[in-house]
């Protein structure tokens, strides 16, 4: 027996075992490695603006026990991305534009009914954990720096619904939602309360986030003065619930009267 060629043949099989075993640990979720593929996979393909490959990636931690904020914010990118909505690109639009309307207006790429809202909304529910941690008291900073740009991105995907933006994003025609006339054309119920909860959400998550720049500062205080342009001490006191306007009660009037501010300061 050719002793050289067992012993070849010996080393390739445990060559080709060791490379199945490491394999197969690659995305194992009670190792640290194998969270961290999982991870490491879900940014290169959101990186390459490749949403579905970034779900199947991040998807099986996000739905384990060893789910955690850093998951989470992936997920949450996962609905974003679906959206059309990059966070650079309204980074960048920020400072070119004659407001923050505008700039997230000129961020999204979406259009009236094509999903692009119930992804975001999907978005928020997993940053407050299905609707538990609608306060940013009950999230960690680094969920409330993630939610303030979401928020950002919802008001951008509801003007495009029903703003009609130019290409460099100002208005053009007013939103419309209102309790009494119910005009055809009007901001569905969800549409405008997730409109006046958006105001709420960045107020709150400003507040408990690390976002404390002058930029973000003079951003929080434009968006507080069209609440108490509404009637509201800041934009704190409206329901962050999106799903509370029924179109005639006290929220749906709340909804009314900041769909009308941004119309001004749009």
């Known amino acids: 027996m050719d002793v050289s060629l067992w012993i070849s043949r010996l080393l390739l099989s445990v060559i080709c075992v060791c490379f199945f075993i490491s394999c197969g640990d690659r995305y194992d979720l009670q190792t640290e490695r194998g969270r961290r593929s999982r991870i490491d996979d879900a940014n290169y393909h959101l990186s390459k603006g490749e949403c579905v490959a970034a779900g199947v990636a991040i998807d099986p931690l996000f739905y384990s026990t060893q789910v955690t904020d850093e998951v989470r914010i992936l997920k949450a990118s996962v609905y974003a991305c679906t959206a059309t909505f990059n966070f650079l690109t309204l980074a960048g639009n920020l400072p070119g534009t004659a ?16 999903g692009a809202l119930a992804a975001l909304y999907s978005a928020v529910d997993v940053l407050t954990n299905n609707g538990s941690h609608l306060d940013g008291e009950d999230r960690t900073r680094e969920l409330n720096n993630f939610m303030v740009f979401l928020q950002l991105g919802i008001l951008g995907a509801i003007e495009r619904n029903y703003g009609s933006p130019l ?26 309360c997730a409109t006046a909860a958006a105001l709420s959400f960045l107020n709150d998550s400003f507040n408990h986030s690390s976002l404390n720049d002058s930029s973000s500062t003079s951003l929080n205080g434009a968006l507080n003065s069209i609440c108490v342009g509404a009637g509201l001490s800041s934009c704190s006191q409206i329901s962050r619930d999106r ?5 005639t009660n006290a929220n749906s009037v709340t909804a009314e009267a900041v769909v009308s501010g941004i119309n001004v300061a749009w």
């Open 167 to 192: 290409s460099d994003g100002s208005q053009g025609v007013d939103m419309d939602y209102d309790v009494l006339a119910n005009p055809v054309g009007e901001m569905s119920n969800l549409d405008a």
């Open 243 to 247: 799903t509370s306007c029924d179109g």
């Open 99 to 114: 407001n923050f309307f505008q700039a997230a207006a000129k961020s999204m790429r979406n259009s009236a009914g094509d």
